[in-house]
T-cell receptor, first 113, second 112 residues
């Protein structure tokens, strides 16, 4: 596609359930980022994939959070045993190896009730 | 540890005047900086960037200034327009990793 695609756009889940959020980056982009924006907060770095290198997971808030990137393209962010404080918009972005600009998707809005 | 800070959570400016949005960083390894604009319910969109080899970059109504010694950058919008009303984020990285750290954002309101 022309841009970064994220799904689902909205997700309401019950506390304790697992959720998966998907990101399809711009074709050819080797770098992929996940960020989170909680209500009234800034963009919080979660995880960063660059090519075949080991991902930088330093921003994941707890071991309930994990992410994979299969085949160097699509990424899935998984949140296990969701808590109410996980409610936020989860933003995915991608960039090329030579480009310095990162391009964001529209985000996945997660509400944990 | 907030490596990128935007100390003004909000700013109101009259239409036609200059908007100045500020950003400070603490990591001296940061050498590439981006500014993004975000409307409600949308993803952030790229505005302008600057590398540490420059102290100014201009694109139309948008100019970014970088003061490396002060670890400070600012985004100037002139003239400001009502459509500029949004949340503005600065981001910084080192060119070795391109791991971008974002500030907390400044909500700009341009009054007609």
């Amino acid at each position: 596609g022309a841009g970064v695609s994220q799904s689902p756009s909205n997700k309401v889940t019950e506390k304790g359930k697992d959720v998966e959020l998907r990101c399809d980056p711009i074709s050819g982009h080797t770098a992929l980022y996940w960020y989170r924006q909680s209500l009234g907060q800034g963009l919080e770095f979660l995880i960063y994939f660059q090519g075949n290198s080991a991902p930088d997971k330093s921003g994941l808030p707890s071991d309930r959070f994990s992410a994979e990137r299969t085949g160097g393209s699509v990424s899935t962010l998984t949140i296990q045993r969701t808590q109410q404080e996980d409610s936020a918009v989860y933003l995915c972005a991608s960039s090329s190896t030579t480009g310095n600009t990162i391009y964001f998707g529209e985000g996945s809005w997660l509400t944990v009730v | 540890d907030q490596q990128v800070k935007q100390n003004s959570p909000s700013l109101s400016v009259q239409e036609g005047r200059i908007s100045i949005l500020n950003c400070d960083y603490t990591n001296s390894m940061f050498d590439y900086f981006l500014w993004y604009k975000k409307y409600p319910a949308e993803g952030p969109t790229f505005l302008i960037s600057i590398s540490s080899i420059k102290d100014k970059n201009e694109d139309g109504r948008f100019t970014v200034f970088l003061n490396k010694s002060a670890k400070h950058l600012s985004l100037h919008i002139v003239p400001s327009q009502p459509g500029d009303s949004a949340v503005y984020f600065c981001a910084a990285s080192d060119s070795g990793t391109y791991k971008y750290i974002f500030g907390t954002g400044t909500r700009l309101k341009v009054l007609a």
